[in-house]
């Protein structure tokens, strides 16, 4: 029982970070793979907020859904409701970490309200909701989405500290080349479809 | 009728339940979580120039105005700001001011294109660190200003020019701010106190005779200066004439005896004639 318990989390963790990459094969949080990955240093700090937000959000928006929408047959009011998760808690979590983490809130402070807006902490909720989990499985596959996120956002982040010191053509200096890169890392990550069935 | 509460207030009423429920939540959090800012911190940060240097030491104005009010620094901690804001910041935090004198940065070397040798010519990338990491340099003096202008690009306040391939400090616009003094991979640059007009502007420590042949201008360490200065203001060191800015009294007479003219008046004006570098 245990075992099986176990197994399912490992894979789920798996999925979400590698075969269902929410940056690399879902296409969500584009903003924030291009905007924030100048550096492996700020990458890391989006990810971990992110992560935090997303887990967050996840579990709040999955007791929403089940308590007040579904026996209330308003599914249909679930991005609504869930952007106004997402607005509210970001705001809660810079008001809660600015009071009792300061170096935490200085690290993360022009991240947070970027979060707000990031279209991959809506995505997880909704993937969530489509995939009928429930709290325990639904907190997983948030961790695993929001782990997934910052790996695709360090990666990318290195590959592209690299590529400020090759020789690029003018005209493919800056986004260009990024799309570029994006793109391959993007098939890089195509090789984990099927992994798990 | 139940139509209209199934499809109308029913979702009006749980959207706008749980937005009043976050409503009250962030309200609630916002009082009891507030964060008290002292206000003295955001006057002080006012009054400061908002440059974010960090010439203070701190990370920036904010982090000054917190260190000041806390009375990690003095007020007039700020070399930007100077007496002026050092007063107001003393007023805000109702302390005595404590009178330091204004400083300005000084390049230690007259090595202009005309008058000093190149060893090779140079056409790698323009800057002085990666010039001098290539055999010291172009220049003959190894101790000489490369005239790339790192410190130019470091300078917040165009307070530098590069005439004919050697560095010279605007002083009205120097804010003393010791960036360029960091940047400067050959140490050329240094503070002294404002209104001490004369300056050694060498510091190669070689012997006469080398630094005769790499330089037209360069101290080569005869010492009449040393012994010509009535104020006893001027040492020798390592073969370089040194004036100590606290007991010169600006007379000239170091200026006059020099043999090579190596010191030189700094509040001469500065004449942009082949400027490699400007701000």
């Not at chain 1, 793979?33 to 971990?48: E, I, Y």
């Not at chain 1, 997934?148 to 360090?154: E, K, N, P, R, S």
């Not at chain 2, 009535?230 to 020798?236: E, F, N, V, Y």
Request: aromatic share 6%; with cysteine; glycine share 10%.
């Amino acid at each position: 029982m245990i075992a099986s318990i176990v197994q399912q989390v490992v894979v789920t963790i798996l999925t979400a970070i590698l075969v269902e990459n929410l940056v690399l094969s879902k296409f969500l949080g584009m903003c924030p793979f291009l905007g924030v990955t100048q550096k492996t240093s700020t990458a890391a700090g989006m990810g971990v907020a992110v992560t935090f937000v997303i887990v967050v959000t996840a579990g709040l928006a999955w007791v929403l859904n089940t308590t007040l929408l579904v026996p209330n047959k308003m599914e249909y009011l679930q991005t609504m409701t869930y952007i106004l998760i997402i607005a509210a808690l970001v705001q809660f979590v810079e008001t809660v970490v600015r009071k009792f983490v300061p170096p935490l809130y200085k690290a993360l402070g022009i991240y947070l309200p970027l979060i707000t807006t990031n279209c991959a902490v809506l995505g997880v909720p909704l993937l969530n909701t489509s995939k009928n989990y429930d709290l325990g499985m639904c907190l997983v596959y948030s961790f695993g989405a929001g782990a997934g996120f910052t790996l695709a956002l360090i990666l990318f982040s290195g590959v592209r500290e690299r590529m400020d010191r090759a020789d690029i053509p003018a005209t493919l200096k800056g986004i260009p080349s990024a799309l570029f890169a994006a793109t391959l890392v993007s098939m890089s990550f195509f090789g984990f479809q099927g992994l798990f069935q | 009728m139940n139509d209209v509460i199934q499809q109308i207030v029913t979702p009006a009423a749980i959207v706008g339940g749980v937005g009043l429920v976050f409503g009250i939540v962030l309200a609630y959090s916002a009082k009891a979580f507030a964060v008290k800012i002292d206000e003295r911190i955001t006057r002080v940060k006012a009054a400061l120039p908002g440059v974010n240097c960090g010439a203070c030491g701190q990370t920036g104005c904010e982090s000054f105005a917190e260190a000041a009010v806390a009375g990690r620094v003095k007020p007039d901690g700020c070399p930007v700001g100077g007496a002026a804001v050092g007063a107001k910041v003393a007023a805000i935090l109702g302390l005595e001011v404590t009178n330091t004198a204004a400083f300005v940065s000084r390049v230690a070397c007259g090595g202009l294109l005309g008058c000093s040798r190149q060893k090779f010519a140079y056409e790698g990338m323009k800057s002085c660190t990666a010039a001098a990491a290539l055999h010291n340099g172009p220049k003959a003096c190894a101790f000489g200003c490369l005239g790339f202008g790192d410190c130019v690009a470091a300078c917040p306040f165009q307070a530098i020019v590069i005439v004919d391939g050697v560095a010279k400090i605007v002083e009205a616009n120097c804010k003393a701010c010791e960036k360029c003094v960091a940047a400067c991979p050959k140490k050329l640059i240094s503070m002294v106190p404002k209104g001490k007009n004369y300056l050694v502007a060498c510091k190669s420590t070689q012997k006469g005779p080398v630094v005769k042949k790499n330089c037209d201008v360069g101290c080569i360490g005869c010492g009449i200066c040393v012994k010509k200065c009535p104020a006893q203001a001027i040492t020798m060191a390592n073969n370089v004439a040194k004036i100590d800015p606290l007991l010169c009294t600006n007379c000239a007479t170091c200026v006059a005896v020099c043999p090579t003219n190596a010191i030189v008046d700094v509040t001469a004006p500065i004449v942009l004639r082949k400027s490699v570098v400007t701000a």
